[in-house]
């Protein structure tokens, strides 16, 4: 394979070694750590070391297959914290919820470089990219603490309309189930569960399967940094523990960062629909459109990022390119070049762009893609595209892609990148019309008439429209979204809070009685709700 070959076990810089296995025998549940004497689930890297047999998976340790019975007790412990609304946490003040926050943000950095290490073992991402995870995560939270500051203090007079005063709040909804991805096992885990947390909801979270052992350095941290029930850590295989939970009826909010169909799947559980809300970052089939008037060079430079950053497995990643027939050739061509200009390896290696995958089945399922592109009259263009070590796959420009390939609307999560001609711009356009799912597009253009006839159909079909850029998430202040099935809810730094949270008032008529009773609540600060105070 080119370029590419995986360590011996001596060749591993000592910095990033894993001295030994991390055995996790405990859970936090009610506000304790609990013993785990059952099955475990072993953790293997994506990482391999090369032994005279072959390429063999490191062991990272194990975690917890918890059941039904467990998984219960989690959701007994976050319903009685919450207590209807009554409990300690939903009742606290925000500023006192936000000094709990800010502590286990405090208790979190002293992790930093464990955390770090442990993504870039259990999931295969670059080192550098790992950290910047965790940073990227703090610096969410603090932003997220800005903003409810900035909610609070809007909220934090009375409104006077037709003889009534109120004042507006945000209140919390009850009991939140989270589960966040692999592909980004902290970041977007923490997106939902901190400001689930922080509008006073009590949660329950499953880490996903790839990606579980990185949050267990912060259970002890959530254990002392909250009231007793608040946060709870549930494992165990998904089949398993998710169904009796959503069947309770006793989940007031769905949070999921996955695949459609599960989501679906998920809320058909639940018998009290209605009661529900959810709150999903789901499938997406990002396009980019290089129009016949684009820069070719830009479009190619911000397609590799989009399409192969930490190897495609990302959901706002470019998955499908349409190219103007006039330009495919020359397209292709620097495409091609661009993708032999990246450098393969180990995820503790500098400047290294594409790393070993973390799902086992992932290299099978991505050949098979190639090779039903290639029976459909397709070609892999660059040398050695789809080439697979172990959990190693190269990247694989694929062209012509049609309609009749699994690429052209499968979403591969893969370091495989379809490329398909276009004529007429009506056809990639029809396409998204299409297409089940909504999330971004990238148009690339330098004309300004044909961005702006792009622009105005193109934004009522996906929530975000790149110009000549890649298609991403941040920067986190921005709407998160999408439209079909690619996602339910808004998620962003202020539009998470509203999210996790509905608005709630306390009104009365401004009698000389009520005048006085009002005063005297907000001057002796006997509510938490109904207050004036102002948080600096």
Not at 138 to 158: H, N
């Amino acid at each position: 394979m080119k370029n590419f070959k995986f360590p011996k076990e001596k060749e591993i810089p000592e910095d990033f070694q894993l001295q030994d296995p991390i055995l996790q025998n405990t859970y936090l549940c009610n506000g304790e750590m609990k013993t785990w004497k059952g099955k475990t689930h072993d953790v293997f890297s994506p990482v391999c070391i090369e032994k005279k047999s072959g390429p063999v998976r490191v062991l990272v340790g194990s975690y917890p297959v918890c059941g039904a019975k467990e998984a219960m007790s989690a959701l007994d412990a976050a319903e009685n914290a919450y207590d209807n609304g009554r409990g300690e946490w939903p009742t606290m003040s925000v500023a006192d919820r936000i000094k709990c926050i800010e502590k286990f943000t405090k208790r979190m950095l002293e992790k930093r470089e464990l955390v770090g290490k442990l993504i870039m073992w259990e999931i295969g991402k670059s080192y550098t990219d790992s950290l910047k995870e965790f940073d990227r995560t703090v610096e969410y939270i603090y932003a997220t603490v800005d903003a409810l500051k900035d909610l609070d203090r809007q909220s934090s007079g009375f409104q006077i309309v037709d003889g009534i005063a109120a004042q507006v709040r945000r209140s919390p909804l009850g009991v939140v189930l989270c589960m966040g991805p692999f592909n980004y096992p902290l970041n977007e885990t923490y997106t939902t569960l901190i400001p689930a947390l922080i509008m006073g909801n009590t949660v329950l979270f499953k880490p996903p399967k790839h990606g579980s052992l990185l949050h267990y350095p912060l259970l002890e941290a959530f254990a002392e940094c909250f009231p007793k029930g608040v946060v709870n850590s549930v494992y165990g295989r998904g089949a398993d523990i998710i169904p009796p939970l959503m069947k309770s009826g006793r989940i007031n909010v769905l949070t999921l960062i996955g695949s459609s169909k599960v989501a679906d799947q998920l809320k058909k559980q639940h018998p009290k629909v209605n009661r529900l809300r959810a709150i999903l970052g789901l499938d997406a089939k990002n396009a980019a459109i290089i129009t016949a008037n684009a820069d070719i060079d830009k479009a190619v430079k911000e397609c590799i990022t989009g399409a192969l950053s930490f190897n495609g497995q990302r959901c706002t990643a470019i998955k499908i390119i349409f190219v103007h027939k006039s330009i495919v050739d020359k397209f292709n061509q620097k495409l091609v070049e661009a993708v032999q200009q990246l450098v393969p390896g180990m995820p503790w290696e500098n400047g290294v762009q594409i790393t070993p995958l973390p799902e086992p089945q992932k290299p099978a399922y991505l050949q098979a893609c190639i090779e039903d592109a290639e029976k459909h009259g397709a070609k892999v263009l660059n040398e050695g595209g789809g080439e697979v070590n172990e959990s190693f796959v190269y990247p694989a420009v694929v062209y012509p892609v049609n309609e009749k390939m699994k690429l052209f609307r499968e979403e591969q999560f893969g370091p495989v990148i379809p490329v398909l001609p276009f004529l007429r711009i009506e056809e990639p356009i029809q396409y998204l019309i299409d297409s089940p799912h909504g999330q971004q597009v990238s148009l690339f253009s330098s004309d300004s008439e044909e961005l702006s006839k792009l622009i105005d159909p193109l934004v009522n079909q996906v929530s975000r429209v790149n110009i000549n850029s890649q298609c991403q998430r941040g920067p986190d202040v921005f709407p998160f979204t999408g439209r079909k099935d690619s996602a339910e809810g808004t998620l962003s730094v202020s539009d998470a809070l509203r999210s996790f949270s509905i608005r709630s008032l306390v009104a009365a008529k401004l009698t000389d009685e009520n005048k006085l009773l009002l005063n005297e609540i907000v001057t002796n600060q006997e509510s938490n709700f109904l207050s004036t105070k102002f948080i600096f």
